[in-house]
C-alpha cells in the first residue's frame, strides 16, 4: 500500500508527458490535477497503520527496496501532500499553453520524487527520488520567466549534481563496507570504520548543501528568488527538506560524535543568524523570503544536531506551511505588480492577502498559538544557557524582519485585481498554520510574545531610522562574483573547505 503514495503521480506524469503527442494536451491540468492529489485516498490508510514497513514485491529485506511510514517521516509527508495540493489548485490555468504541460509533467515528478524520498528506507532508493526531485526542481527554476532565472537554474544545477556526485560516493563506501543499502541491516551489522566515518562526512556535507544551510547556502537565494511563485512555494516548502529528511535517516542508523554534533550545533544557529541578517538587508520581497529558508532550515539542522529528529521533522512541517503561503502570497503581490521591488509593492487594497500574509508572518515568528510556536517549542527543551538566549534572539530577529516586510507592504499602493483563488489559497494556508498550532501546541504564550513583538518592532524602527535599510548589498558584492564561472569556481572552494572539515571531524 505504501508504495501506491508514489506510483499514482509517476504513473500520471508519464501519461501527462503523452499528451502532446498524442494532440491532447487540453487534458494535462485533469491529469495533473489527479496525480497531485491522488496519495490522499492512500494516506489515510498509511497513517492508521504507523508504524508500518513494507519490501516492495514481497522481495527479502536482504534483496528489496524497503519503504516505511513512521512517527519521523510522518510529518514531512503530511506537508508535502498538503502544500503540493495548494499548489495544485494554484497553477491550475497558471502557465502560458505553450509550456504548460511541461511545467505539469516537472510538477508532478517533483511531486513524486519527494515523496518517494519520504518514504524511503533504502539509501540508494532515497538517492534516487531524491535526484528525481532535484532535477525537475532546476528545470522549473529555468522556465521561470524572470530575469536571470536560468543562470540561477544552471548554478543550482552545478551545485545540486555536486552534491549528487559526492552523495552517491558516500553510499558506494557504506555498501562496500556492510553489504547492505538497507538502513535497518546497516544498523544491524555496523562495525564503525575510518571508512564509515568518511562516507558519513561525505554525506552530510553534501545534504547540507541541497539543504542550503550557511555556509553551502549560495544557489539557494537566487533559485528560491528567480522561481516563479508557486515552484519558489515548492522549493522552499519542500525540496530542502528532502536532504535535511535524509540527514535524519543518517542519524537514526550511525552514531554521530560529540564534536560533530557541536560542528552541526554551530551551523545551525550561523543559518539561523545569517539568514536574517541577509533577509532584513534585502530590499527584493522574494530574495528577503529566500534568505529566510536559509535561516529556518537552520532550525531544522538545529533538531538534528540535538538528536532530537522528530523535532526536526514536526519543525519542517510547520515551515513548509507558513513558508510555501508567504511564497504564494507575496508571490500573488509581486506578478500582479510585475515587480519584486518592496517598495512598490502594497496589500493595503487587498484585505484577504493582509491577512494571510500577517498571520503567515506570526507563525514564521514563532507567535503561539501558531503552528511555528509548536516547533520552536520542540526545539527548545534540549536547549540551556547562552543557546537557549541565542535561540530567542533568532526568533525576535525573525520577527523584525517580517515587521519590515508587513510596514513596506501595508504602504498605500496602485489597486490591482488578483483572481480570488489566488487569495483564498494564500488565506488558508494562514489559517491552517493557526489552526495547524492549536490542534498540536494548545497553548498561548501572552506575556512572552508580546515582549517579543515589541522587542522586534523597536529594533525595526531603530534599524530604519539607522538607514540600515537603505544599505546597497551590491557595493559588498566581490568583483570575480560578478561573472558566473568565477563565482562558481569560489563557492567550490567553499564547498571543498568545509568538506574537509568534515572529514578531520569524523576521522
Known amino acids: 500500500m505504501i508504495p501506491l503514495i508514489v506510483a499514482f503521480p509517476l504513473i500520471m506524469a508519464f501519461l501527462t508527458s503523452i499528451l502532446p503527442a498524442l494532440r491532447r494536451e487540453k487534458f494535462s491540468k485533469y491529469l495533473f490535477l489527479i496525480g497531485m492529489l491522488s496519495p490522499w485516498l492512500i494516506l489515510?490508510?498509511?497513517i492508521n497503520d504507523i508504524p508500518s514497513n513494507e519490501v516492495v514485491g514481497n522481495w527479502s529485506r536482504i534483496s528489496g527496496i524497503e519503504v516505511a511510514v513512521d512517527t519521523y517521516n510522518v510529518p514531512f509527508i503530511v506537508a508535502e501532500l498538503i502544500l503540493s495540493a495548494f499548489?495544485?489548485?494554484?497553477?491550475?490555468?497558471?502557465?502560458?499553453r505553450k509550456i504548460e504541460n511541461k511545467a505539469y509533467v516537472l510538477i508532478l515528478l517533483l511531486h513524486s520524487g519527494l515523496l518517494g524520498a519520504f518514504i524511503s528506507r533504502d539509501l540508494f532508493n532515497y538517492y534516487i527520488y531524491m535526484e528525481i526531485a532535484s532535477v525537475a526542481s532546476f528545470a522549473l527554476v529555468g522556465i521561470s520567466k524572470e530575469k536571470g532565472a536560468r543562470r540561477a537554474a544552471f548554478k543550482y544545477a552545478v551545485f545540486s549534481l555536486l552534491a549528487s556526485y559526492i552523495f552517491i560516493l558516500g553510499i558506494g563506501i557504506i555498501y562496500l563496507k556492510t553489504g547492505y543499502l538497507n538502513l535497518a541491516l546497516i544498523k544491524e551489522n555496523l562495525r564503525m570504520s575510518r571508512e564509515i566515518n568518511a562516507a558519513l562526512a561525505l554525506s552530510f556535507t553534501s545534504l547540507l548543501l541541497k539543504s542550503g544551510i550557511f555556509p553551502l547556502y549560495f544557489w539557494l537565494p537566487d533559485a528560491h528568488s528567480k522561481a516563479d511563485a508557486p515552484v519558489s512555494a515548492l522549493l522552499s516548502g519542500?525540496?530542502?527538506k528532502a536532504p535535511a529528511y535524509g540527514m535524519i535517516l543518517l542519524t537514526l542508523?550511525?552514531?554521530i560524535n560529540s564534536f560533530v554534533q557541536k560542528t552541526l550545533l554551530a551551523l545551525a544557529f550561523l543559518s539561523m543568524f545569517f539568514g536574517i541578517v541577509m533577509a532584513i538587508l534585502q530590499k527584493n520581497s522574494e530574495r528577503l523570503l529566500a534568505y529566510h529558508t536559509v535561516?529556518?532550515?537552520?532550525?531544522?539542522l538545529l533538531g538534528i544536531a540535538l538528536l532530537n529528529p522528530l523535532a526536526a521533522a514536526y519543525y519542517a512541517l510547520a515551515h513548509s506551511l507558513f513558508k510555501g503561503g508567504l511564497f504564494l502570497s507575496v508571490g500573488s503581490l509581486a506578478e500582479h505588480y510585475e515587480t519584486r521591488d518592496l517598495e512598490k509593492l502594497s496589500y493595503r487594497n487587498n484585505k484577504i492577502l493582509m491577512l494571510a500574509i500577517i498571520l503567515l508572518s506570526l507563525a514564521i515568528g514563532g507567535v503561539s498559538p501558531f503552528i511555528g510556536a509548536f516547533g520552536k517549542a520542540m526545539l527548545i527543551e534540549n536547549l540551556k544557557g547562552f543557546l537557549k538566549y541565542a535561540f530567542y534572539a533568532g526568533g525576535i530577529g525573525t520577527l523584525v524582519s517580517f515587521t519590515k516586510l508587513n510596514y513596506y507592504l501595508s504602504k498605500k499602493g496602485e489597486k490591482i485585481e488578483?483572481?480570488?483563488?489566488?487569495?483564498?489559497i494564500s488565506?488558508?494556508?494562514?489559517?491552517?498554520?493557526?489552526?495547524?498550532?492549536?490542534?498540536?501546541?494548545p497553548h498561548l504564550s501572552v506575556l512572552k510574545d508580546?515582549?517579543?513583538?515589541a522587542i522586534a518592532i523597536f529594533i525595526f524602527y531603530l534599524l530604519r531610522k539607522l538607514g540600515v535599510f537603505e544599505v546597497s548589498l551590491r557595493a559588498f558584492t566581490p568583483e570575480q562574483f560578478k561573472t558566473l564561472g568565477k563565482e562558481i569556481n569560489a563557492y567550490m572552494l567553499l564547498f571543498t573547505a568545509v568538506l574537509l572539515l568534515f572529514l578531520f571531524n569524523f576521522l
Open 44 to 46: 489515510p490508510q498509511i
Open 87 to 96: 499548489v495544485a489548485l494554484y497553477v491550475w490555468g497558471y502557465y502560458p
Open 238 to 240: 519542500l525540496v530542502v
Open 253 to 255: 542508523t550511525f552514531p
Open 295 to 300: 535561516s529556518q532550515m537552520g532550525y531544522v
Open 418 to 424: 488578483i483572481p480570488k483563488r489566488k487569495e483564498v
Open 427 to 441: 488565506l488558508s494556508l494562514g489559517i491552517l498554520t493557526l489552526f495547524g498550532g492549536i490542534y498540536l501546541y
Open 450 to 453: 508580546s515582549i517579543s513583538l
